[in-house]
Antibody
Framework: QVQLQQSGPQLVRPGASVKISCKASGYSFTNYWMHWVRQRPGQGLEWIGMIDPSDSETRLDQKFKDKATLTVDKSSSTAYIQLSSPTSEDSAVYYC??????WGQGTTLTVSS | DIVLTQSPATLAVSLGQRATISCRASESVDSYGNSFMHWYQQKPGQPPKLLIYRASNLESGIPARFSGSGSRTDFTLTINPVEADDVATYYCQQSNEDPYTFGGGTKLEIK
């Protein structure tokens, strides 16, 4: 069955780069774009962007173009999101999702000194 | 960017009654004969769950109490009859053009 297993919660200091992983299984990884979504505490869902694992073509919401970098490792069927210079505003749950249908469990990022 | 406006923000419905949630897009989300509007249910501490895809298609495993309708800019999610387990926040999302924006959410409560 399709599964997206995300890395565990992270507590990072402001300005320290952070990388979250999403390991896919149960389907052909390169056949579906992988999406990333942010949800700040008590807030709604925000679409960050998506990456085509077959060729790493990436589309980002302009709001995140200086914040998020999406990558994949085809050999391990894993997608990554890297957040640069995080601030408290980046504290949120980050989800990966295969198109619209399957979602990871979410990774809680806390940015605090 | 396509802006999705959901209403109401909060909805209180009695058990067994009908709940109707609206999602209005700032421009059409239709292409090639399809409406690229989707509906999700999210419960606290859980990821969103897909309910309806492309406006009116029921995702596998979702009860037939859930239905979706609409086209171009106006869409509706209906839950009939509402059950206690439906207490959650509901989101619409468009995937007609990136960024694939979400609506602000509708919180469903039991009256």
């Amino acid at each position: 069955q399709v599964q997206l297993q995300q890395s565990g919660p992270q507590l990072v200091r402001p300005g320290a780069s952070v990388k979250i992983s999403c390991k896919a299984s149960g389907y052909s990884f390169t056949n579906y774009w992988m999406h990333w979504v942010r949800q700040r505490p008590g807030q709604g869902l925000e679409w960050i962007g998506m990456i085509d694992p077959s060729d790493s073509e990436t589309r980002l919401d302009q709001k995140f173009k200086d914040k998020a970098t999406l990558t994949v490792d085809k050999s391990s069927s894993t997608a990554y999101i890297q957040l640069s210079s995080p601030t408290s505003e980046d504290s949120a749950v980050y989800y990966c999702a295969r198109k619209t249908d399957y979602w990871g469990q979410g990774t809680t990022l806390t940015v605090s000194s | 960017d396509i802006v999705l406006t959901q209403s109401p923000a909060t909805l209180a419905v009695s058990l067994g009654q009908r709940a109707t949630i609206s999602c209005r897009a700032s421009e059409s989300v239709d292409s090639y004969g399809n409406s690229f509007m989707h509906w999700y249910q999210q419960k606290p501490g859980q990821p969103p769950k897909l309910l309806i895809y492309r406006a009116s298609n029921l995702e596998s495993g979702i009860p037939a109490r859930f239905s979706g309708s609409g086209s171009r800019t106006d869409f509706t999610l209906t839950i009939n009859p509402v059950e206690a387990d439906d207490v959650a926040t509901y989101y619409c999302q468009q995937s007609n053009e990136d960024p694939y924006t979400f609506g602000g959410g509708t919180k469903l409560e039991i009256k």
